[in-house]
């Protein structure tokens, strides 16, 4: 057995058992334990690899590597040379707080592959030598037999050669919601899905039903499982809309600062002033332009935004996670347990010749059972009556109730739903079963499609049979129509055609009595004479709240896109369901066509097709990736490890907190503590509103700069007095910028959020009506300034007065512009001005604080303020209301220009 080949790229799946085991150089013993310590040294522990780990001093370092982060620590060294070390400390508050947070967000983030790695830690039973052991899973090495049976973890990836009613869950993997039945015969297909290779079983899987065995072929990093492990680490992270926009925005301020200093610096020397006034006129201009409270503004308002979505039931892990789903065109879902419930249930039955509707959804027993839209009395329909009979006792699984009211199911789904239809008629088991004593079964066996229990009523001893329909039709003799009549198979297959062809998994229900004497089912008595009794059809069925959901993201302009491990026809009948395409089928793609495409090919695609069956994790990476070269902003949601490396790669990741495996939630950005899609689009619009409020910051902040900026140049142009010192420039940022910014974080949404489109992600931090309304608002401040200033040195007042008016007039016109920046089209007049009591009163304080500075004498010397007379401030209050005039009508010309242009289309 030491002779195993060098490891190549190879399809097990394909190659029969014998030929697996001479590839790998073992036999159905197993090898000895000197062959397996020796592939332990040389392929390593079957383990994930561990991802390298960051430093916490490497983690803290990246938080500064931001423009803006620069920008702030250039005014704080500015502010050290005009030793003003109280702003210093405030400015350098703002990098530490910015940098501590996204030190907390990134580490956890770097935990997901720990995670993993600790998902699969297990033990294995294996045949050494022929001998069984139980060992560590770390210790299977290729090669080993591998023993499996009902509620066990696949430790590796295993080629089946032996198999006895073996079903796994592969929903981890695969998104596939049914059982997987195995098998050991080769599989001839090249480059299978991953559901459709069932003489194999994967790592991380687990066994719901039966025992086998099987060989290792792939331990580690080169199982699936690993591969996955891999992608999840290839994919780092994805930097969100708003950190790429305000990356650049900080270039483009910095850039300015820059600019605006050395502009101001070279006016200053034509004006004969000392190179230290004109130093200390270019660094507070400087100062005055930098909009330091931007970063901590941003991120109060995504903390906001996420808080308001916690109260809706979802967990924001990382803080531009919430903006980016705002800006998000494209949401990619699983299927299983995300748009659907993840709990089969029966939906239609055709018994005696009649077609059945059941309502209710999941494993809690409530519904109806109606024909024509009728409810019926099960007693006058016995053919039903007896399907349903079949169903609930020719069953090995159980539904039970929790504590908590909730329903959870022991063992197969399928069964599960059986027995909740049977429930929903009124058949409770526990009489059945007292009713009907189970003598013998035949459990199910993938070769013989169909089980069966054998039951003792009174003096009475009948078969009950369930299967695959074209198994149980080919068996049957009889069709229970009132009395027992010849069956046309045909017309058999044909109702069970009709309803797989809607994406329903069918089951036959079949009977025949037997001999008084019989104790034993055996196979002779089942395969023939059967009376075949009907077909119940169940579906794992679609969350209402999805369906809602999904109507709303289309409203809202975001297209939604159903990835799924399921078979195309059940992923075309949900997809219908909820509304995810209208162009079915030609909008769905299946494994096989994506493994045959090429990236570029695919590429194509991804904007027409909206659906994807029989996928696998490797697809679903794909299809992102190629979907981001479109440009658009994908949001992927899901719960399984198959999900990890997809939610990664994606501009956000949605995992779910109740469904969902620690994997998926540790590598997503956002988890869903519900488990309900319909929670994204609360997200959608809570993020739409984050970007709303600091775009609305941003108006403020840089018109006002701008404003300020323009006025020292201005007089420094006419060669006026410097209106301003240094610190009264400061003095105006701290009383206008000081909260009054942070306040309008938590400004409450506006009604059309939810109608708009989704903003283009090229799209900069400052649109067009952005920029024209800030150079309009800076001409406003600095004219009204200038006119205010030249007026009271013409007027013979000192030159402390005259800068006292210049800012307490500058400090006016700011709070002034707070209401114009509460919305770019809406009116200020037709906002409460109280539907943001923090903003109120951050208003109303900053004034109170600015007064004070001008009647209380230790702020008055440092400040160099002098106070005002009353008629004073009234002529200053009307000037300063002179920009919430000018933007007014500003906003009026606007509207009726989109007005006149959509009249005109």
């Known amino acids: 057995m030491a002779n195993m080949r060098s490891p190549v790229k190879v399809s097990w799946y394909q190659l029969n058992a014998e030929d697996v085991f001479a590839r790998l150089g073992t036999g159905r013993d197993g090898l000895s334990h000197q062959e397996a310590a020796r592939r332990l040294d040389e392929h390593g522990p079957n383990r994930l690899a561990a991802d390298e780990v960051a430093l916490p001093v490497t983690i803290l370092l990246r938080q500064i590597r931001s423009p803006l982060i620069y920008v702030l620590i250039g005014a704080a060294i500015v502010t050290v040379l005009l030793?003003?070390?109280?702003?210093?400390?405030?400015?350098?508050?703002?990098?530490?707080?910015?940098?501590?947070?996204?030190?907390?967000?990134?580490?956890?983030?770097?935990?997901?592959?720990?995670?993993?790695?600790?998902?699969?830690?297990?033990?294995?039973?294996?045949?050494?030598?022929?001998?069984?052991?139980?060992?560590?899973?770390?210790?299977?090495?290729?090669?080993?037999?591998?023993?499996?049976?009902?509620?066990?973890?696949?430790?590796?990836?295993?080629?089946?050669?032996?198999?006895?009613?073996?079903?796994?869950?592969?929903?981890?993997?695969?998104?596939?919601?049914?059982?997987?039945?195995?098998?050991?015969?080769?599989?001839?297909?090249?480059?299978?899905?991953?559901?459709?290779?069932?003489?194999?079983?994967?790592?991380?899987?687990?066994?719901?039903?039966?025992?086998?065995?099987?060989?290792?072929?792939?331990?580690?990093?080169?199982?699936?499982?690993?591969?996955?492990?891999?992608?999840?680490?290839?994919?780092?992270?994805?930097?969100?809309?708003?950190?790429?926009?305000?990356?650049?925005?900080?270039?483009?301020?910095?850039?300015?600062?820059?600019?605006?200093?050395?502009?101001?610096?070279?006016?200053?020397?034509?004006?004969?002033?000392?190179?230290?006034?004109?130093?200390?006129?270019?660094?507070?201009?400087?100062?005055?332009?930098?909009?330091?409270?931007?970063?901590?503004?941003?991120?109060?308002?995504?903390?906001?935004?996420?808080?308001?979505?916690?109260?809706?039931?979802?967990?924001?892990?990382?803080?531009?996670?919430?903006?980016?789903?705002?800006?998000?065109?494209?949401?990619?879902?699983?299927?299983?347990?995300?748009?659907?419930?993840?709990?089969?249930?029966?939906?239609?039955?055709?018994?005696?010749?009649?077609?059945?509707?059941?309502?209710?959804?999941?494993?809690?027993?409530?519904?109806?059972?109606?024909?024509?839209?009728?409810?019926?009395?099960?007693?006058?329909?016995?053919?039903?009556?007896?399907?349903?009979?079949?169903?609930?006792?020719?069953?090995?699984?159980?539904?039970?109730?929790?504590?908590?009211?909730?329903?959870?199911?022991?063992?197969?789904?399928?069964?599960?739903?059986?027995?909740?239809?049977?429930?929903?008629?009124?058949?409770?088991?526990?009489?059945?079963?007292?009713?009907?004593?189970?003598?013998?079964?035949?459990?199910?066996?993938?070769?013989?499609?169909?089980?069966?229990?054998?039951?003792?009523?009174?003096?009475?001893?009948?078969?009950?049979?369930?299967?695959?329909?074209?198994?149980?039709?080919?068996?049957?003799?009889?069709?229970?129509?009132?009395?027992?009549?010849?069956?046309?198979?045909?017309?058999?297959?044909?109702?069970?055609?009709?309803?797989?062809?809607?994406?329903?998994?069918?089951?036959?229900?079949?009977?025949?009595?037997?001999?008084?004497?019989?104790?034993?089912?055996?196979?002779?008595?089942?395969?023939?004479?059967l009376v075949l009794v009907g077909l119940e059809g169940m579906i794992d069925p679609p969350r209402p709240e999805a369906i809602e959901a999904v109507a709303a993201c289309k409203r809202a302009g975001i297209r939604p896109v159903m990835i799924t491990g399921d078979h195309r026809i059940t992923a075309e009948a949900i997809a219908r369901q909820i509304g995810v395409s209208e162009k079915l089928p030609s909008a769905v793609l299946d494994g096989r066509q994506l493994e045959a495409m090429s990236d570029e090919e695919l590429f194509g695609k991804v904007e027409e097709v909206s659906v994807y069956a029989r996928s696998s994790p490797q697809h679903k990476l794909r299809i992102v990736r190629q979907l981001r070269r479109h440009g658009e902003v994908v949001a992927v949601t899901g719960d399984g490890v198959n999900d990890a490396p997809a939610l990664k790669e994606a501009d956000i990741g949605v995992a779910m907190g109740i469904g969902g495996t620690d994997v998926a939630r540790e590598a997503s950005d956002m988890v869903l503590a519900d488990d309900n899609f319909a929670t994204i689009y609360a997200a959608v619009e809570q993020g739409r509103v984050v970007f709303d409020n600091v775009r609305k910051v941003i108006m403020f902040l840089i018109p006002t700069g701008l404003g300020l900026v323009l006025t020292i140049i201005a007089s420094i142009g006419l060669r006026l007095p410097l209106p301003f010192l240094p610190a009264q420039a400061i003095w105006i940022n701290l009383v206008t910028n000081g909260l009054q910014d942070v306040a309008m974080a938590f400004e409450p949404p506006e009604g059309d959020i939810g109608r708009r489109a989704p903003r283009n992600p090229r799209e900069g931090v400052m649109t067009r009506l952005m920029i024209e309304r800030t150079v309009t608002v800076g001409l406003v401040l600095m004219i009204g300034t200038l006119v205010i200033f030249v007026w009271q040195l013409n007027s013979g007042a000192s030159i402390d007065h005259a800068r006292t008016v210049a800012v307490t007039t500058m400090v006016l016109f700011q709070n002034f512009h707070i209401f114009n920046s509460r919305s770019f089209t809406k009116s200020a007049f037709v906002i409460n001005p109280l539907s943001n009591l923090f903003l109120f009163a951050t208003i109303v304080g900053a004034l109170g604080l600015h007064i004070l500075a001008m009647y209380w004498a230790p702020l008055q010397l440092v400040l160099r303020f002098e106070p005002l007379p009353l008629e004073t401030w009234l002529t200053l209050t009307a000037v300063a209301a002179s920009v919430l005039v000018v933007v007014e009508i500003e906003k009026a010309i606007r509207h009726r220009l989109r007005a006149a242009s959509k009249r005109s289309v």
């Open 83 to 529: 030793g003003k070390y109280v702003d210093t400390g405030v400015i350098l508050a703002v990098v530490v707080l910015n940098s501590v947070v996204g030190f907390i967000q990134e580490y956890k983030a770097e935990q997901a592959l720990r995670v993993l790695a600790q998902l699969v830690s297990l033990h294995a039973r294996v045949l050494r030598g022929g001998e069984e052991l139980e060992i560590d899973a770390s210790e299977v090495v290729p090669g080993d037999v591998v023993l499996l049976e009902s509620g066990t973890k696949v430790p590796c990836d295993l080629r089946l050669f032996r198999v006895l009613d073996l079903q796994t869950d592969e929903s981890i993997l695969t998104g596939e919601s049914l059982p997987v039945v195995k098998k050991t015969d080769p599989i001839p297909i090249l480059d299978a899905p991953l559901g459709d290779q069932t003489d194999m079983a994967f790592m991380g899987t687990i066994i719901v039903r039966g025992r086998g065995a099987g060989v290792a072929v792939a331990t580690g990093m080169s199982t699936v499982f690993g591969e996955i492990s891999a992608q999840v680490r290839r994919a780092g992270e994805t930097r969100s809309p708003l950190q790429v926009r305000l990356d650049q925005f900080a270039r483009l301020i910095a850039l300015v600062v820059l600019g605006v200093t050395a502009i101001v610096f070279v006016l200053g020397l034509t004006t004969g002033e000392s190179l230290a006034d004109v130093f200390l006129t270019a660094v507070a201009t400087a100062v005055a332009a930098v909009p330091e409270g931007l970063p901590v503004t941003i991120t109060v308002a995504l903390a906001v935004g996420v808080w308001r979505i916690a109260q809706q039931k979802a967990i924001i892990r990382k803080l531009p996670a919430i903006e980016t789903l705002g800006s998000c065109t494209v949401i990619a879902s699983d299927k299983t347990g995300t748009l659907t419930r993840n709990e089969m249930t029966v939906t239609k039955i055709w018994a005696g010749g009649r077609t059945y509707n059941l309502t209710g959804a999941g494993y809690v027993p409530k519904g109806e059972i109606l024909h024509e839209s009728h409810s019926i009395q099960l007693s006058d329909h016995p053919a039903l009556e007896l399907a349903l009979r079949i169903g609930l006792l020719a069953n090995e699984s159980d539904v039970y109730e929790e504590p908590d009211g909730s329903y959870r199911v022991d063992g197969d789904p399928t069964e599960a739903a059986l027995i909740v239809a049977a429930e929903k008629a009124g058949l409770h088991r526990e009489r059945e079963l007292a009713a009907y004593r189970t003598l013998d079964e035949i459990p199910f066996e993938s070769d013989r499609q169909y089980m069966a229990t054998l039951l003792a009523a009174d003096d009475t001893k009948v078969l009950f049979i369930k299967g695959a329909p074209e198994r149980i039709i080919e068996m049957c003799e009889m069709l229970l129509l009132g009395e027992g009549v010849p069956l046309d198979r045909a017309v058999a297959l044909g109702e069970a055609h009709k309803m797989a062809a809607t994406g329903l998994r069918v089951l036959a229900m079949a009977f025949r009595t037997v001999p008084s004497e019989t104790e034993v089912a055996d196979h002779q008595q089942v395969e023939h004479g």
